[in-house]
Structure formats: structure tokens, C-alpha cells
């Protein structure tokens, strides 16, 4: 099945073909082309994104973008089976620009419109570049700027959420402190380029809170950790002045979160008896989170799945691939819901 996705959720005008089979049991895509526009320019005089500028971007984007995406694919419109759009979680002005293309375009070429959920899509990310199977139950999970979840996965379409923060998400959090210490946004990358560059010799003593690491649930907080990292800077002004101190900082920072978040995550692949860990979002682009990942799953004798860089990212391809598992389910004409949210 050959699919058109289109993801407008955030700041990210997205567009991709890709080609999936195997149906729900083992499903296994092909990406033929893949274009993320990014708007991070227009949204960081802001320092976030702005939902009205976001839409306007969309709605000027949306369709050179596809047009692109298809000319690379070496496809025509008649070769498209389905268009997949994003219905949720995000921003409601920039999902409906994509749906409404969605909608239109999928009456124009006289197909069916598969409606996607964003966060199935982090999930499945994994396997776009991996043609592997996935050994059930397996442990999902989701750090995003919006969301920090855990997940648990009886099959592809058999999700229970049994963890999720109760304020800031790990991506908002590393924003959030990115802006204290006058970095750019999104903070995320650039924070923790920041903490690459700490050097054991000059080791500091510097220790922030571990957030709900011994409460015994599935839950994150990460709002109190920020907090923490804001009532430091105005009590030392010097860790945001001199670099040796921005940069513990930083790093003391990203330790804590990826602690809490390992910490938590062993907990649910042991209780569940997991054979598999899956963990996607943009956070997922963090170097010392995906080493983290890989030693739990040494030390737990488990499978991960984690995404190439190209897919941690908002992008389309993981948009076409969890509307293939939508479409598995029988979901295809079901009626997009008028907030277009489908949450987990
Ligand atoms: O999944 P995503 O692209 O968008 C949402 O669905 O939210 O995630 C974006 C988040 C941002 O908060 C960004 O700062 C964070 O992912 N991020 C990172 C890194 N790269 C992106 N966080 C930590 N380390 C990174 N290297
Ligand atoms: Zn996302």
C-alpha cells in the first residue's frame, strides 16, 4: 500500500511517500521520500512556537511541500493508494491546515483519508529505516516537547498508557532551562551540546533534584527540576556567567533527566516483563539518552528499538506508517473528530 502522509501537528510542515505491507503483525515500510520544512526560524524571536504564525507557514507551505515529496518519490498521483494526515495531539490552527489538505486532496484523487495519531507515530518511527519484528509486550517510550509517556505494547494497536508526565515534558523542560542559560530555541540541541563539552578533570559540585525517581508509579514530573535549575542561576548568577559552571550545569541537568527516565523505564520493562524497549520523540535525538537506552538494554537482555536521527524529529514517513496500523485495524473511514484529537 503506498501512502501520502502530510503532519502539520507543530512547527514542522511535513510531507512523505512511503510504501508499507506486512499488515498490523509485522509491518514493514519503505520511505521513497521524506521532506520536513521546518519553521524553528520564524518561531525563535519568540523563544516558542506561536500557533497563528505557525498556521500562516502551513498554510503557505503545505502544497509546495507535497509537490516536492511527490516529484522526489517518482510517483503520480495515480500511483497513491491513501493520504494519511495527522488528527492529534498538537496545535489545533496547524493540524487542521493539514487536514483540510488532507481532505481536499484525498476527494481529488478519489482515495481514502486515513486519519494518524502523532504519538503512534514516534512509536513506529523505529521501524522505518529497520526492517525487523517486534517481540511483544514490549515498553514504549515517548519524550517529546509535549509529551513524556510510557507505554505498554501488546501488539501494534495494543497500547496501555501506564506513565505520562504530570507537568513539563522532557523536550519542554530541556527548552525551558535552554532559555535560562540564554540558548536558543529549540533548547533542546543546544543544551546538550552544551554538556558534551564538560571534561572529567573539572569536575563540579553541582546537584540538581532526581523528580519522582522513587514514587512508586509510571509518572514524571519535570516542572520542579526546572525550577531548581532557575533558583540556582539566581542564587550563583556566575553558573549562567562563567562556562565551565554553564556547562556542569547543563550536564548535571541532562543527567537528571535521562536518570529519572532509565530509572522508571527499567522499572516498567521488568514489571511487564517486556522483551522489547521502543522509545521515540525528538528528546530521542539526545546522545547520552540513546547510550542509556542501549546499556538498559544490555543489562536487561531486551531488544530496543530506537529511531534513526533523520525520523526523532517530526517528520511525515512516521505520520504514513502509523496510518498503515490504522488502516490494519479497520480504521479507515472513521470520521475525523471535530478537535481532531485522537490521544492515546
Ligand atoms: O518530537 P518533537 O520533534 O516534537 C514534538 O512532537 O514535540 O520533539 C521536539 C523536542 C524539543 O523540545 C527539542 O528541544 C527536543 O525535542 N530535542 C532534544 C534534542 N533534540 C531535540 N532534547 C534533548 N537533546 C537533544 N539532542
Ligand atoms: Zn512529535
Known sequence: MRILAIETS???????????????????????????????????????VYPTLAKREHTQNIHPVIEATLEKSKFQTKDIDAIAVT??????????????TAQELAKKWGVPLIPA???????VSVLLKEQASVAFPAIGLLVSGGHTELIVMNGWGQYELIGRTRDDAAGEAFDKVAR??????????????????????????????????HSNDYDFSFSG????????????????TDESLRVALAHEFESSV???????????????????????????????????????????????FLPHHEYTGDNAAMIAAAAYLAHERGYEHIPIQANGILSL
Open 225 to 240: 527540576l526546572k525550577t531548581a535549575v532557575l533558583y540556582a542561576t539566581w542564587q550563583h548568577p556566575e553558573l549562567i
Open 10 to 48: 507543530c512547527d514542522e510542515t511535513a510531507a512523505a511517500v512511503i510504501e508499507a505491507a506486512g499488515g498490523a503483525l509485522s509491518p514493514v515500510f519503505t520511505v521513497h521520500s521524506s521532506i520536513v520544512h521546518s519553521q524553528i526560524d520564524i518561531h525563535r524571536p519568540y523563544g516558542g
Open 258 to 304: 535521562i536518570e529519572v527516565l532509565i530509572s522508571k523505564t527499567k522499572r516498567a520493562l521488568e514489571s511487564y516483563k517486556a522483551h522489547t524497549l521502543l522509545v521515540g520523540g525528538g528528546v530521542v535525538a539526545n546522545t547520552r539518552l540513546r547510550k542509556a537506552c542501549e546499556e538498559l538494554s544490555q543489562t536487561e537482555g531486551i531488544a530496543l
Open 117 to 123: 495519531n502523532h504519538m503512534e507515530g514516534h512509536l
Open 87 to 100: 488528527v492529534g495531539p498538537g496545535l489545533e490552527p496547524a493540524l487542521w491546515v493539514g487536514i483540510n
Open 180 to 213: 535560562t542559560l540564554g540558548l536558543p530555541y529549540p533548547g533542546g540541541p543546544a543544551l546538550s551540546q552544551l554538556a558534551a563539552q564538560r571534561s572529567h578533570s573539572t569536575e563540579q559540585e553541582l546537584t540538581l533534584p532526581r523528580p519522582m525517581l
